[in-house]
């Protein structure tokens, strides 16, 4: 008899030992749940050996003390049901098989709660959606930056069935449950604060429901990439507004909704938020509810104030109050004529001030500004091979043959050295309806960057940004395998001045540690709309990297890095310096997208404001399930 016999053998003599032992207090825990959760896995566990071609395992862990020991039922359960296959983990190549894949024993622990929710999940999910693996468990837990406590259990709903099923077991458990995205928060956004957490990994509902070319919405499951979204959308002649950050190859449309996000079309259409125009959430007790006009009986989701503005109520609230389940967008008719402008200028009030009036004035579509090191950073940070291949990017962006080869040209000569000399950088992305509206948006920002001291450079990044939307996340980290942790606020215009000089001064007091311990801090500049001024500092630390790491950035890059050990001084230096920033943008009446674990919410809100947010979490997640800890609430069960 052959091993997978065996069990079924184990799985019988198990399932007559608890006909035989049954007491009523037992319905979940002990022997059923060691029965339950072996005899679901069965099927899995032959589908894992025929998919590795054979026995990959030398021995199986079974039926020890199955007659005696609840517990231990339970156990052997569960270390049959743990592991993996691929050996880079769930997020690459070949996925985890569920409860069932299996390549080694691992010491996770479990108890039977664990494998009769589990098994509970399974049943609406498909065993393959549930992963309970110890590499899982951890890799879950983690963002681009934080490492917190391995997670109970990851599920993958496919639908917005399975995902309301899966929402009211984990509350009738009592289990907390964490929505995620494409998983690049990097302020503890979707990584648990406590036991028993439940992640749901949004990748299976990523479908594009509905392109409505009349009405001018489009329909996306909130697992839907900006990527796809954006490829989906090119035959049609029409965009979203804001259509996608700069991690859009992994970053989903519900985690941007609900962190916010900004870059491609936000400089003059907003942030992603002000491009939605109606949502379908389900709330802690597993309710659907729909937002926008969509809440008319008889209507469709083409308009969002319809009433109370529930739409925004769900928006940029880091998954507290419910789980995005689809996001009706704006549509508006695609740009076809482009221009790309660069500028240097000498120092940071100067770079500002051209911002900030490019911004009022609604020119450009996109534009970032880098200060010096960020800037040497993102040179050392791509290859001449990976800008030979965007080149390919840059002619096949370009309306004409004759301007292809021009564009190509200048780069390819002008290669990396023309920035050498850079001091504050502008990169504008011009985008128009017209020709002849293109250039003469074109010829105001010349004029304007000008008006305030800027030298015209070769405008190579903007040009390679716009061609490749949506490239690989090697700058998760830096150059040399640095840990990279960015950090934000959002100021009005008028602010941006006062704000770069106090965080220059808070970061200068600190200069002489940050050399000692060889930490490197640059700037991202850029704006929202006509209103918003974003100043972003982004330390690069010699620290160790996490698995999150690994999965993310390419083999090619990760092969040409230094491995740094764990360096807890600098790590605690920079957690320092951060809290210290936060304070500061709180001090200077700075907001922020992002808000996730890491920024104290509740400290920088006015006290009426606090006590609505806490009764409409409370109306929304009665029995606080959802993500506890965002946003500043539930946290260590403290409400005031």
């Known amino acids: 008899m052959g091993w997978l016999g065996r069990l079924e053998s184990t799985l019988s003599r198990i399932e007559a030992t608890y006909r035989k032992t049954r007491r009523p207090d037992s319905q979940d825990c002990g022997l059923l749940a060691g029965a339950e959760s072996l005899r679901l896995w069965h099927a899995n566990l032959a589908r894992a050996v025929q998919l590795k071609g054979g026995v990959f395992w030398e021995r199986p862990y079974i039926g020890c003390g199955y007659r005696t020991c609840p517990d231990v039922v339970a156990r052997s359960g569960h270390r049959i049901a743990t592991g993996r296959i691929s050996p880079r983990g769930p997020l690459k190549a070949e996925r985890n098989i569920g409860l069932a894949g299996y390549r080694r024993q691992t010491d996770c622990p479990a108890d039977s709660g664990q494998l009769v929710a589990s098994g509970k999940l399974a049943q609406i999910l498909v065993n393959e959606n549930v992963l309970v693996d110890k590499d899982s468990c951890i890799l879950y837990a983690q963002d681009i930056h934080s490492k917190t406590i391995p997670a109970f259990a990851i599920i993958r709903p496919k639908n917005k069935d399975e995902l309301t099923e899966s929402v009211k077991i984990a509350n009738k458990l009592g289990h907390a449950i964490i929505p995620r995205g494409g998983g690049m928060s990097y302020s503890k956004g979707y990584v648990p604060l406590q036991e028993g957490s439940i992640i749901v990994d949004f990748s299976r509902m990523n479908n594009i429901i509905e392109i409505n070319e009349e009405d001018m919405y489009v329909r996306v499951e909130s697992g839907c990439t900006w990527e796809t979204l954006y490829r989906e959308l090119e035959s049609t002649n029409l965009r979203t507004p804001f259509w996608g950050t700069l991690s859009g190859i992994s970053a989903t449309v519900g985690g941007t909704l609900s962190q916010n996000g900004i870059f491609w079309g936000s400089t003059k259409y907003g942030s992603a938020v002000d491009s939605v125009v109606a949502l379908e959430v389900v709330v802690g007790d597993g309710t659907l509810i729909k937002t926008g006009s969509d809440?008319?009986?008889?209507?469709?989701?083409?308009?969002?104030?319809?009433?109370?503005?529930?739409?925004?109520?769900?928006?940029?609230?880091?998954?507290?109050?419910?789980?995005?389940?689809?996001?009706?967008?704006?549509?508006?008719?695609?740009?076809?004529?482009?221009?790309?402008?660069?500028?240097?200028?000498?120092?940071?009030?100067?770079?500002?001030?051209?911002?900030?009036?490019?911004?009022?004035?609604?020119?450009?579509?996109?534009?970032?500004?880098?200060?010096?090191?960020?800037?040497?950073?993102?040179?050392?940070?791509?290859?001449?091979?990976?800008?030979?291949?965007?080149?390919?990017?840059?002619?096949?962006?370009?309306?004409?043959?004759?301007?292809?080869?021009?564009?190509?040209?200048?780069?390819?000569?002008?290669?990396?050295?023309?920035?050498?000399?850079?001091?504050?950088?502008?990169?504008?992305?011009?985008?128009?309806?017209?020709?002849?509206?293109?250039?003469?948006?074109?010829?105001?920002?010349?004029?304007?960057?000008?008006?305030?001291?800027?030298?015209?450079?070769?405008?190579?990044?903007?040009?390679?940004?716009?061609?490749?939307?949506?490239?690989?996340?090697?700058?998760?980290?830096?150059?040399?395998?640095?840990?990279?942790?960015?950090?934000?606020?959002?100021?009005?215009?008028?602010?941006s001045h006062e704000a770069m000089k106090?965080?220059?001064?808070?970061?200068?007091?600190?200069?002489?540690?940050?050399?000692?311990?060889?930490?490197?801090?640059?700037?991202?500049?850029?704006?929202?709309?006509?209103?918003?001024?974003?100043?972003?500092?982004?330390?690069?630390?010699?620290?160790?990297?996490?698995?999150?790491?690994?999965?993310?950035?390419?083999?090619?890059?990760?092969?040409?890095?230094?491995?740094?050990?764990?360096?807890?001084?600098?790590?605690?230096?920079?957690?320092?310096?951060?809290?210290?920033?936060?304070?500061?943008?709180?001090?200077?009446?700075?907001?922020?997208?992002?808000?996730?674990?890491?920024?104290?919410?509740?400290?920088?809100?006015?006290?009426?404001?606090?006590?609505?947010?806490?009764?409409?979490?409370?109306?929304?997640?009665?029995?606080?399930?959802?993500?506890?800890?965002?946003?500043?609430?539930?946290?260590?069960?403290?409400?005031?």
């Open 502 to 640: 106090k965080i220059a001064k808070l970061l200068e007091n600190n200069q002489l540690e940050l050399d000692e311990n060889k930490i490197g801090v640059g700037f991202l500049y850029t704006v929202i709309s006509n209103n918003g001024f974003v100043i972003e500092p982004v330390f690069f630390t010699p620290d160790s990297i996490d698995d999150i790491h690994r999965e993310i950035v390419e083999d090619n890059v990760l092969k040409n890095i230094e491995c740094f050990e764990d360096n807890l001084d600098a790590r605690e230096l920079t957690l320092r310096l951060r809290a210290e920033l936060l304070r500061l943008f709180e001090d200077i009446g700075g907001v922020h997208m992002q808000i996730g674990k890491s920024y104290d919410f509740k400290r920088g809100l006015r006290g009426e404001a606090w006590s609505l947010i806490k009764n409409i979490k409370d109306i929304m997640d009665p029995k606080k399930v959802i993500n506890p800890g965002v946003l500043s609430l539930n946290v260590n069960d403290e409400r005031d």
């Open 295 to 495: 809440i008319q009986k008889n209507s469709a989701p083409f308009f969002r104030h319809y009433g109370p503005d529930l739409t925004g109520l769900f928006m940029c609230d880091n998954g507290a109050l419910g789980f995005k389940v689809s996001a009706t967008l704006k549509l508006i008719p695609k740009k076809e004529f482009r221009e790309h402008v660069s500028y240097d200028f000498s120092d940071a009030n100067s770079l500002f001030d051209a911002l900030s009036k490019i911004s009022k004035q609604e020119l450009v579509d996109a534009c970032v500004g880098f200060d010096p090191y960020l800037q040497k950073v993102r040179m050392q940070r791509e290859s001449i091979a990976s800008d030979l291949k965007k080149l390919a990017g840059v002619m096949k962006d370009n309306n004409s043959i004759i301007g292809a080869l021009k564009d190509s040209a200048k780069i390819a000569v002008s290669g990396r050295r023309y920035m050498d000399d850079v001091k504050y950088s502008g990169h504008f992305v011009i985008e128009e309806r017209t020709k002849e509206a293109a250039i003469f948006a074109c010829d105001e920002v010349n004029r304007i960057c000008d008006h305030y001291g800027g030298s015209k450079i070769e405008s190579s990044i903007p040009k390679i940004l716009r061609s490749n939307p949506f490239t690989p996340l090697n700058n998760v980290i830096g150059p040399k395998g640095e840990r990279w942790m960015p950090i934000h606020t959002i100021v009005p215009h008028s602010k």
